[in-house]
């Protein structure tokens, strides 16, 4: 009787551990469920892009990405084309950088939600080592060899990218593939399309071009004040060559500088898809305004004037780097870091981290690629009139520069290193003219040519115009990429004939009797 009991309060004992622990079990879902998603703590995609310093910040009306909200929202830039407006998750996202490309089995994976009926698309970005067969027969599509057949008629195989966009659609019944589209760069795209003899084609790519005004204030550095406009780097970029003739920023730009830019804006389905061309652009720098507008003298290429139509591009630009510092001058007298002793130092010093591009100062011909002892990797440019440029200590070269190559003012040729007699990363550079080392920084740099008088007139209306829009006095919304500078030539009747030119008739020769 005694073991029976003793059983019983044993069992009693058992039951009510289960008990106590299915209580607990039950309770804390309970809690679980009564949790508000929203108010769980969590990394957000606009606190990691706080966190990665993305450049884009958020201006109402302006952001990368996405296309323009309100006309005249923002306090540093104006777009056009209005809409409705936008929810509040719309709005927070506005925040947010461009996106990028997907990887390409995470793109490819992804079914195209405005597929036709019977159509399965599949996009994706070509990887290392990708072709256009392999691309095809990961998707398990069939007639691959007449796609590749079709579009190798008019692009060469080799010429495919890593990183460019694809689309494939497949007829879904079949398998078969209807058509393939293969971004070549951002004007042009690869088209190959049908199911039993595919045709291929290139043709251009359709942007939506909008024109907007941006202005900044230099705080800090030229990367920041646009940033906080809410631009991307590359405007920084596009700054730094447009002035790179008359304005060394590396030297010269200060606190209280301020630039105001005429710019395209390019969007393809919605999305922004980068810069187009500057229409006309100021910078104020130690209180002098430089300006320049977008302007074609006839059937030239379009070129940058100032407002007495002078031409913006110089022999030389100021500086072979868009951004850095000063570290040592042009002097007769320095004492060497390394080797000890008092020496001329006949350039220019450009402290910079390693890698950082460089670029060549003018039109020429490269005379040196190679080691030169305590230069270091060096390139040497034969320009004009006796010029020659030489940058040195250099980390590397641009990829397939060479000997005798030919190259183009603003072009990047090398990249910043240690080389040499170094002790840090930085940049020599010097010109020599006539075999004699001169300063950079005094060197006589002629401009190229003005505006003929022929088209003054015309330029200074186009002028008035482009100032129109970029003071504010004339609606963005009414520009189109053609109604101040076309972007192609247009020939006129005085244009000259383009057809082969007569020969003139040979003389028979006298046959001697």
């Known amino acids: 009787m005694k073991r029976l009991c003793l059983v019983g309060v044993l069992l009693v004992l058992l039951v009510g551990v289960v008990l106590v622990r299915h209580t607990g079990k039950t309770d804390i879902s309970s809690q679980n469920q009564e949790v508000n998603p929203q108010e769980v703590p969590a990394l957000s995609l606009e606190a990691k892009a706080d966190n990665a310093h993305e450049p884009h910040a958020a201006v109402p009306g302006n952001v990368p990405g996405r296309m323009p909200a309100a006309a005249g929202d923002g306090a540093h830039a104006r777009l056009p084309q209005p809409q409705a407006e936008a929810s509040a998750a719309e709005e927070k996202n506005q925040d947010l950088p461009t996106a990028r490309p997907l990887p390409a089995e995470s793109a490819a994976a992804l ?76 004007s042009r795209r690869l088209v190959v399309e049908g199911i039993e003899e595919p045709v291929a084609r290139v043709e251009l790519i359709d942007y939506v071009t909008l024109l907007g005004a941006v202005e900044g204030t230099i705080s800090d550095n030229l990367f920041q004040a646009v940033a906080d406009a809410g631009e991307s780097p590359q405007m920084a970029l596009h700054l730094a060559e447009l002035f790179g003739s008359e304005i060394n920023f590396i030297r010269d730009l200060q606190e209280g500088d301020s630039f105001s830019v005429l710019v395209e804006k390019r969007y393809r389905d919605g999305e922004y898809k980068g810069y187009g061309r500057i229409l006309a652009a100021h910078f104020t720098n130690k209180g002098k305004t430089f300006e320049a507008y977008l302007f074609r003298d006839g059937n030239a290429r379009a070129q940058y004037y100032n407002r007495k139509g002078e031409n913006l591009h110089k022999t030389l630009l100021q500086a072979p780097l868009a951004f850095t510092r000063l570290t040592s001058r042009f002097t007769m007298r320095r004492r060497h870091p390394i080797l000890g002793h008092t020496r001329p130092h006949m350039g220019v010093d450009y402290g910079a981290p390693t890698g950082t591009p460089v670029k060549a100062v003018g039109d020429g011909v490269v005379t040196r690629r190679g080691w030169a002892g305590g230069y270091g990797n060096q390139i040497i440019v034969k320009h004009v009139a006796g010029l020659e440029s030489m940058y040195s200590h250099l980390s590397g070269y641009a990829r397939g520069l060479r000997q005798g190559q030919k190259v183009r003012q603003g072009q990047v040729i090398g990249f910043v290193g240690s080389t040499g007699l170094s002790t840090g990363p930085h940049l020599d550079f010097r010109l020599r003219q006539n075999g004699r080392f001169i300063n950079p920084t005094k060197a006589i740099n002629p401009r190229s040519a003005p505006v003929s008088k022929k088209r003054r007139a ?56």
């Not at 067969?133 to 890593?162: C, D, H, P, W």
């Not at 482009?466 to 189109?480: D, H, P, R, S, V």
């Not at 109604?483 to 057809?499: C, M």
Request: glycine residues 8%; aromatic residues 8%; neutral net charge.
């Open 458 to 513: 015309e330029f200074e209306k186009v002028m008035a115009q482009e100032l129109a829009y970029l003071k504010g006095q004339k609606a963005l919304a009414g520009y189109t990429v053609d109604s101040v500078v076309p972007e192609k030539i247009a020939l006129t009747e005085n244009a000259p004939d383009t057809g082969k030119e007569q020969k003139p008739e040979r003389r028979k020769k006298r046959r001697r009797s």
């Open 111 to 186: 079914s195209d939600p405005a597929a036709a009926v019977g159509e399965e698309v599949v996009k994706g970005t070509v990887e290392k080592g990708d072709t256009v067969s392999k691309i095809l027969e990961n998707t398990g599509s069939e007639g691959v060899y007449q796609y590749v057949s079709a579009a190798r008629q008019v692009f060469s195989m080799r010429s495919f990218r890593e990183g460019q966009p694809y689309v494939i659609i497949t007829d879904s019944a079949s398998g078969r593939v209807k058509r393939f589209e293969y971004e070549i760069d951002n």
